[in-house]
């Protein structure tokens, strides 16, 4: 089977203090736009199911190409990001480009967090022997189920696109292998 690891399109900013309880934002206008490119994307592909993070972000990636495939998003709370208690969302590519620490850090127990997320994704597999499944989540998730397949000691180590692809080729046998990491090509000319 084939799994389609998809990070969610870009969220809105929220700032540390502008709301009570975790920030959980939804797409900013060009986030909606990939969305929709993704859908227009995997329209041209056999997708046999959709599961999501529960985030908004995450849901709201999912929801044109659920549309757009008549078919039904399954979320799965295990799909969430490390951060989803997080009181403010600043998009980690800002961070970066601003120099601030955050944008590097990582989960408080980085182990368990990716114990979690490996197991969700397994039995998204377990559910979908023979199929192409997408799974639309978080950078965080895609980094920890990767770094998983790859066997590698660090659990994020890049940073996925934002409605990037990332396929992983998983056999009835139990063999996971990569067959592509953080594919943007449904966002040429978006700018």
Not at 100 to 120: G, I, K, S, T
Not at 143 to 154: I, P
Not at 177 to 186: D, R
Request: glycine share 8%.
């Amino acid at each position: 089977m084939e799994l389609a690891l998809i990070r969610h399109a870009l969220p809105v900013r929220i700032d540390e203090g502008t709301v009570d309880g975790p920030a959980d934002p939804p797409l900013a206008p060009v986030g909606r736009t990939q969305a929709e490119a993704l859908a227009d994307w995997l329209a041209a592909e056999q997708v046999d199911a959709i599961w999501s993070s529960p985030m908004r972000r995450a849901r709201e990636t999912a929801a044109p190409v659920a549309e757009r495939l008549g078919l039904e998003v399954h979320v799965d709370e295990r799909l969430a990001e490390y951060d989803r208690h997080a009181t403010s969302y600043v998009p980690i590519e800002e961070l970066k480009a601003a120099g601030d620490p955050r944008w590097n850090e990582l989960p408080e127990r980085p182990e368990e967090f990716q114990a979690h997320v490996v197991a969700a994704i397994e039995d998204v597999v377990a559910a979908h022997p023979g199929q192409r499944v997408a799974v639309v989540c978080h950078g965080g998730v895609v980094n920890a189920y990767v770094a998983h397949v790859l066997g590698l000691a660090e659990p994020i180590f890049f940073l996925p696109g934002y409605t990037s692809i990332s396929r992983v080729l998983a056999a009835g046998s139990g063999q996971r292998s990569i067959a592509t990491l953080n594919e943007t090509a449904h966002l040429r000319g978006l700018g």
